[in-house]
Each structure stands twice: as structure tokens, then as C-alpha cells.
């Protein structure tokens, strides 16, 4: 029998109900002879209720400290009553904090990163067959003060918990049914993956893909921990995040199509074409910890050249605000802005073996009308600036021409 360490979203324990119904899902596993280990997070809504009160005490800003000692407590609601359902189904289960277990992490308030994870209690309560419920999201620095892993947190903690414990698999239950080759809510013929590389996974979260956090995924490839999405309401086999060696035998060109409409771009015209202008111009933009996305410097003419990057739509004002002092100093012409952009990229390991990939991504796009601002590519992705309006049809334009909706074994290859 299997070790599984499963982590529940706050939508799958949104209500006592879906509480119970989560316990039964465990207790049936438990039931087939595997040890169980379980992370959740607070209930659907009820971070966002605790982060509304703090900002009713304090408008101006809570200290992060308290802040994190608040935000804890959502999860520790959450692991007593699924505790108790489990008993109330006559399956032993203990509940513990992040603290409790002493999920050691540094001491970066509400963005705190894991370093270490004793895992003695655990593995002890496992020898006498319980099931470990254990709070997400949550741990504790070397002072004893408790810290927050930021949002989504809970699943870094299900995928740590597991490279700790040495699991045969780390199921995340969310409320869909596996990762999908683009949204189905913009693609009616979107497919569920059977599996999905480390690599594309990244990828994909990290250009809009909302199903895990790109942390969780980072955690999982670098400690190899198998990686499965599934859904908590419908009973299927979800989709394996596992290694490309594993997942990419005669990999399709493309795995997916992501989006991500949080874009905006700066356009910074008749800059001074000369060494170091760009760490002039992104320089302050770093050090105001905001991150750049796509680059593109024009080839300079008369000793002048516009450069042009894009930054998460909530950082433009203060981009904005960073470059006119910028410019005032470089001597450029002209700032534009443009909040109206969005990023499409296709993403998928084969494309290291199949040519053609770029080519067909933009012929089927000039097809539709719609034009390319920016290009930004790696190995295994290539991404696009267009206007935002375009969105939807881009996505549905090369979810088409790459035949995602086929099932693998049909899929053509690249022209």
C-alpha cells in the first residue's frame, strides 16, 4: 500500500457538508490500506473575511506578524472539524498546526519560504494507522513565531510534506478535474491532460494557469515528488505532473495554451542608445520589487532606440511613476503606456523536437487579424503581446490549429 499526502482547497471544505463529504473520500482510501496524510486550507472565503477585519483595525496596514497570526487561524478551523469528521466515521486522525508539526521557514512575514520539516510526530502517528490532518499555508520561523506561505500556500506545504515523507504521491483535490490544454471556459473542446511535465506545468502556471501555485510546482520538480490534480467532487484519475522522461515519449509539439490578461506595457521612446540604458531603465524598476516580464529594445538609428517591457497590470502606476523620473534623467522623448494587452503562449516540451512550432503560431494568428506586439520565447514556450480584445479568439484559434482538442495519438505535427 501506498503513502499519500492529499491536500483540500477551501472550495472542497467550503461547508461542513462538503467537510464530510471530503472525510468520506479519505476514510475510503484509508479503508484500501494506504497511510494518509492531509493538508487543507481555511474554508472558501474565509482568509479574504479575516484580511477584511484586519484592515477594519488597522486601514493603514497591519503589522505582518499579527497579520500572520490572524490569517493561521483559518486553516486550524478546518483541520478540527475534518479531524472530527474523520473520527465521527470511525477512522483515528490527529490534527496538527504547521507549528505543531514545526514546519521551520524563515521569518518573511505573509511570504515565508519552508527550510525544514520534522517529520517525527507524523511518521509516529502513521505507525499506528492514523490519518494526519495537517494545517496549510502555515509554519514557523526558528523564534517561534508563526509565519504565512502567501497565497495558495497550502499546496507548497502538501508537496513539501510529501518530499519530506518520502510519498508515493501528492494528490492536490481542487474544484476541477485535472489540468486542462487551455480554460475550458474559453474553449468549449478543451482536453484534459492524462499527464503533464514538471516543465510545462511551471510553464503554464506560471503564465496564468491558476490550477496550483508555481511554487507548489517548483517544489514538486526539484524533489521529483509525483504531482496529481484532481477534482473533490467527481470521482477520475486527474492529471500526473511527473518527470519529462516519464510524460514526453512522443510528446505532441504543444501540451497547452495559457493566458494571463494581468499585462500591461511601458513603452520608453528616443532613449539615448548606449551602454547600460537598459539597467537605467529597469534597474529602479527591480529595486521597487516589481517584476518585468517580456523585453524588446528596437534596433537604435541617430543614437536613439525605444525599449519596451511589460509588468503585472497592478504594478503600471507605479512603473509609471518610477519611469517619468527615469526619463527626466535619460533624456528620453516620450512615455506610453497601454493596460488594454494580454499574453497568450503556447507551451509544450515536444517542441524540442518538432520544428516549425513558431511559424504555425503566427500564420494561424495573422489568419484571424490579430496582431503581434511583442514575442518572447524559451525551449519549451513561445508567448505573444496582443491586445487584450484578441484574447479569446487567439486562444481558440491555436487551441485549434495545434489540435488540442484531439486526442493525443491524432495530433499532427508541427509544420
Known sequence: MALIVQKFGGTSLGTVERIEGVAD????????????????SAMSGETNRLMDLAAQVLPEGSTPRELDVLLSTGE????????????????NARSYTGSQVRILTDDVHTKARILHIDDVNICTD?????????????????????????????????VALAAALNADECQIYTDVDGVYTTDPRVVDGARRLEKITFEEMLEMASMGSKVLQIRSVEFAGKYSVPLRVMSSFEDGPGTLITLEEDAAVEAPAIAGIAFNRDEAKLTVLGVPDIPGVAYRILGPIGEANIEVDVILQNIGEDAKTDFTFTVGRNDLSQSQRILERTITELGAQELRVDAKIAKVSVVGVGMRSHAGVASRMFRALADVGVNIQMISTSEIKISVIIEEKFLELAVRTLHSAFELDAEPDSQGAAD
Open 25 to 40: 473520500k479519505i476514510a475510503g482510501f484509508r479503508g484500501d490500506g494506504h497511510d494518509v496524510v492531509v493538508v487543507v
Open 76 to 91: 486550524q478551523v478546518t483541520t478540527a472539524l475534518l479531524s472530527m469528521a474523520l473520527h465521527k466515521l470511525g477512522v
Open 126 to 158: 502513521l505507525k499506528q494507522g492514523k490519518v494526519v490532518v495537517v494545517a496549510g499555508f502555515q509554519g514557523v520561523d526558528d523564534q517561534g513565531n508563526i509565519t504565512t506561505l502567501g497565497r495558495g500556500g497550502s499546496d507548497t506545504t502538501a
